[in-house]
């Protein structure tokens, strides 16, 4: 299996901040990596798809960009909903995996 | 606006079987467009692709659970099920149901969740 890794596993930030997540890959995957926000009580959502690739309906201050086994995920001017817990996933070769995921709290 | 919702029951038996079912509304699961599959969440611990069902009722399991997992679909109600057998605490998790693009591959809509736990 692919193994993702993320990190930091956790981060402390202020409304407003911008805020980088990285994510590598133990093989090449070449831009098969999703972005997920998970939310207590709620169901995860898709904020980028294909690294760089926004989904439909997440606000633009969501970046990704990499490809090969680097890449990373930018929250220009962090809103108070952001704060929330990040997850990469490959989905390059099956078993589809994880990273184990980026808690982001408040500072 | 797409929705799925996972029911069945919050407590299981360890050796007993998992069963869960989403129910999806505002899209069908005949569409060839997608498959529809299970992830999990173990408390304190990362996020598991459980495995898919397509349209035309092929199936795709992660080979770490292929011997316990059971996924189908029942298209008449829009659902598909999961079962997983002789289940221990470690399937103690969250599982969720969600919707993954056949072009593309992301997963971009997903269940709220529900948690099960297996004890006696």
């Known amino acids: 299996d692919i193994q993702m890794t993320q990190s930091p596993s956790s981060l402390s930030a202020s409304v407003g901040d911008r805020v980088t997540i990285t994510c590598r890959a133990s093989q090449y995957i070449s831009s098969y990596l999703n972005w997920y926000q998970l939310k207590p009580g709620k169901a995860p959502k898709l904020l980028i798809y294909e690294a760089s690739s926004l989904q439909s309906g997440v606000p633009s201050r969501f970046s990704g960009s990499g490809s090969g086994t680097d890449f990373t995920l930018t929250i220009s001017g962090l809103q108070p909903e952001d704060f929330a817990t990040y997850y990469c996933q490959q989905s390059y070769n099956t078993p589809y995996t994880f990273g184990r995921g980026t808690k982001l709290e408040i500072k | 606006q797409l929705q799925l919702q996972e029911s069945g029951p919050g407590l299981v038996k360890p050796s007993e079987t998992l069963s869960l079912t989403c129910t999806v509304s505002g899209g069908s699961i005949s569409s060839s467009s997608y498959y529809w599959g299970w992830i999990r969440q173990p408390p304190g611990k990362g996020l598991q692709w459980i495995g898919s069902?397509?349209?035309?009722?092929?199936?795709y399991y992660n080979p770490s659970l292929k011997s316990r997992v059971t996924i189908s679909a029942d298209t008449s109600k829009n659902q598909f099920s999961l079962k997983l057998s002789s289940v221990t605490a470690a399937d103690t998790a969250v599982y969720y149901c969600?919707?993954?693009?056949?072009?593309?591959?992301?997963?971009?809509?997903w269940g709220q969740g529900t948690l099960v736990t297996v004890s006696s």
């Open positions: 069902i397509f349209y035309d009722g092929s199936t």
């Open positions: 969600a919707r993954r693009a056949a072009v593309g591959r992301k997963i971009d809509y």
